[in-house]
């Protein structure tokens, strides 16, 4: 985190008049004593900045101001310094006490508005007063997030999260790239695309399209074969492929004809990394290993209709996660934008790879996920869990590797299952 410079962080500025609770509220979404709170008004005279890594968005910086109304020849000087900071941020937090809403608020909106940068609204201090009602509504049809807090006491910070995620510009969601930072340009990737019944006809599957893509972008080359030439296909090449990606399915015939000196991983795990939080997933496909029978576990895919191979998420998943446990499971499954509302029921979440989505709402599912404390995984990273074969596909990923191991290194080595279809 230390290491992303400055220009790549979203820079989150908290706006507003002076003792409305700016400084707490950036203490509690932190949840870091970072700015001195007093109920002296004026007490935040500079900007204070904390950098700190917002899951999942990734590095941000938030700026706490002085108030904005401050008064007197000094005060003019912090009203000055403070709007400066206008031209600095990519994202605002407007706060109001609850039942101070006024002039001074429409300006600053209006003034954020003409720089064209996203605000969100909180009113704190909701334990004392309601929010004006008339308000609320007028900032629903302009469509600023307005979120309530009682910022001392640390409440209404998963919402405020899951606001600014919505809110975000594009460009700070912007996903990890999907396989170039993996290769040096100019050598050669191997991709293994089983072409079964389930392979839909005449072309190739969006993930494995976006992938070849990303190589030619890089610079280097892929072959891609099919699982049944793989071995054939190696051991024509003069010298040993940069990468392997194989489609999940074939997991475990291709990593026994990968030699294990070449980095292996799947389809699935790249676009977990790009559309979602590799980390996050790790951490999820642990959680494989601590179900018991009768778990609940909530299955989603993003589409109404996968076109993908169809029964990975209906059929498949369900039976290996049901081997791996030595049990029946509680599972639910949910197609398209049919997201529970409570999630806290489930002992685990196992989504599609989302190919079809962009970085955005996955990250909202994830976010949802984490407020609620049930972990997520994905397909990819189930399948390779249950195989026995995570920590291998993990390795081109320096840091969810380092992940997994703080996580307890659970790697289920021992519990690899073995029906596992098509290789
Ligand atoms: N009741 C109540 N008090 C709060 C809440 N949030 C903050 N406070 C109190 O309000 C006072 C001001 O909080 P600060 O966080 O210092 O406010 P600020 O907007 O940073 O103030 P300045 O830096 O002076 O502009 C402190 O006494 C806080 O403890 C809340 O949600 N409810
Ligand atoms: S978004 Fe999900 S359900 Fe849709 S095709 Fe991609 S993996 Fe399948
Ligand atoms: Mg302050």
Same mark, same amino acid.
């Given at each position: #985190?230390?290491?992303?410079?400055?220009?790549?962080?979203?820079?989150?500025?908290?706006?507003?008049?002076?003792?409305?609770?700016?400084?707490?509220?950036l203490n509690a979404l932190t949840r870091q004593d970072v700015s001195i709170v007093s109920p002296v008004p004026g007490t935040t005279t500079d900007p204070v900045e904390k950098p700190m890594e917002l899951l999942p968005i990734g590095p941000v910086l938030?700026?706490?101001?002085?108030?904005?109304?401050?008064?007197?020849?000094?005060?003019?000087?912090?009203?000055?310094?403070?709007?400066?900071?206008?031209?600095?941020?990519?994202?605002?937090?407007?706060?109001?006490?609850?039942?101070?809403?006024?002039?001074?608020?429409?300006?600053?909106?209006?003034?954020?508005?003409?720089?064209?940068?996203?605000?969100?609204?909180?009113?704190?201090?909701?334990?004392?007063?309601?929010?004006?009602?008339?308000?609320?509504?007028?900032?629903?049809?302009?469509?600023?997030?307005?979120?309530?807090?009682?910022? =001392?006491?640390?409440?209404? #910070?998963?919402?405020?999260?899951?606001?600014?995620?919505?809110?975000?510009?594009?460009?700070?969601?912007?996903?990890?790239?999907?396989?170039?930072?993996?290769?040096?340009?100019?050598?050669?990737?191997?991709?293994?695309?089983?072409?079964?019944?389930?392979?839909?006809?005449?072309?190739?599957?969006?993930?494995?399209?976006?992938?070849?893509?990303?190589?030619?972008? =890089?610079?280097?080359?892929?072959?891609?074969?099919?699982?049944?030439?793989?071995?054939?296909?190696?051991?024509?090449?003069?010298?040993?492929?940069?990468?392997?990606?194989?489609?999940s399915q074939a997991f475990l015939k291709v990593e026994a004809d990968t030699p294990r000196a070449v980095p292996l991983t799947s389809f699935s795990i790249l676009m977990a990394r790009a559309r979602g939080d590799l980390n996050e997933f790790v951490r999820?496909?642990?959680?494989? =290993?601590?179900?018991?029978?009768?778990?609940?576990?909530?299955?989603?895919?993003?589409?109404?209709?996968?076109? #993908?191979?169809?029964?990975?998420?209906?059929?498949?998943?369900?039976?290996?996660?049901?081997?791996?446990?030595?049990?029946?499971?509680?599972?639910?499954?949910?197609?398209?934008?049919?997201?529970?509302?409570?999630?806290s029921s489930f002992k685990l979440v196992i989504h599609c790879g989302a190919c079809m989505w962009n970085r955005r709402e996955m990250l909202s599912r994830i976010l949802r996920c984490r407020q609620a404390g049930v972990p997520i995984t994905n397909y990819? #990273?189930?399948?390779?869990? =249950?195989?026995?074969?995570?920590?291998?596909?993990?390795?081109?990923?320096?840091?969810?590797?380092?992940?997994?191991?703080?996580?307890?290194?659970?790697?289920?080595?021992?519990?690899?299952?073995?029906?596992?279809?098509?290789?």
């Amino acid at each position: #985190m230390k290491n992303t410079p400055k220009g790549l962080r979203l820079h989150i500025g908290l706006f507003g008049r002076r003792n409305v609770g700016k400084s707490s509220v950036l203490n509690a979404l932190t949840r870091q004593d970072v700015s001195i709170v007093s109920p002296v008004p004026g007490t935040t005279t500079d900007p204070v900045e904390k950098p700190m890594e917002l899951l999942p968005i990734g590095p941000v910086l938030f700026i706490d101001t002085a108030g904005l109304d401050d008064i007197g020849a000094l005060g003019e000087q912090r009203v000055a310094r403070t709007r400066a900071i206008f031209d600095r941020v990519d994202m605002g937090i407007l706060v109001s006490a609850a039942d101070d809403w006024g002039d001074f608020e429409e300006t600053i909106l209006r003034e954020m508005h003409g720089r064209k940068i996203p605000v969100i609204v909180v009113f704190n201090k909701t334990d004392l007063a309601a929010p004006p009602a008339d308000v609320e509504v007028r900032l629903a049809a302009t469509d600023i997030p307005v979120v309530h807090t009682v910022a =001392s006491r640390g409440t209404g #910070m998963h919402n405020l999260r899951e606001a600014l995620i919505r809110r975000a510009p594009e460009e700070f969601l912007r996903a990890p790239p999907l396989v170039g930072d993996l290769i040096p340009p100019g050598e050669l990737v191997v991709l293994v695309v089983p072409i079964d019944l389930e392979a839909p006809k005449g072309r190739l599957i969006l993930p494995q399209v976006q992938v070849i893509r990303d190589i030619l972008d =890089s610079d280097a080359y892929c072959l891609v074969v099919k699982e049944r030439e793989l071995r054939e296909a190696l051991g024509r090449l003069t010298r040993p492929p940069a990468l392997v990606v194989t489609d999940s399915q074939a997991f475990l015939k291709v990593e026994a004809d990968t030699p294990r000196a070449v980095p292996l991983t799947s389809f699935s795990i790249l676009m977990a990394r790009a559309r979602g939080d590799l980390n996050e997933f790790v951490r999820g496909a642990q959680a494989i =290993s601590r179900l018991k029978p009768d778990d609940p576990v909530l299955i989603a895919e993003a589409c109404a209709h996968h076109p #993908m191979a169809d029964d990975i998420g209906r059929v498949k998943i369900p039976r290996w996660l049901r081997q791996f446990v030595g049990g029946d499971l509680r599972i639910t499954q949910v197609q398209g934008h049919d997201f529970p509302e409570d999630l806290s029921s489930f002992k685990l979440v196992i989504h599609c790879g989302a190919c079809m989505w962009n970085r955005r709402e996955m990250l909202s599912r994830i976010l949802r996920c984490r407020q609620a404390g049930v972990p997520i995984t994905n397909y990819g #990273m189930a399948i390779a869990c =249950s195989l026995g074969i995570l920590e291998r596909a993990l390795q081109p990923f320096p840091a969810a590797t380092l992940a997994a191991a703080a996580a307890g290194g659970e790697t289920h080595g021992s519990r690899r299952l073995s029906d596992l279809g098509h290789g």
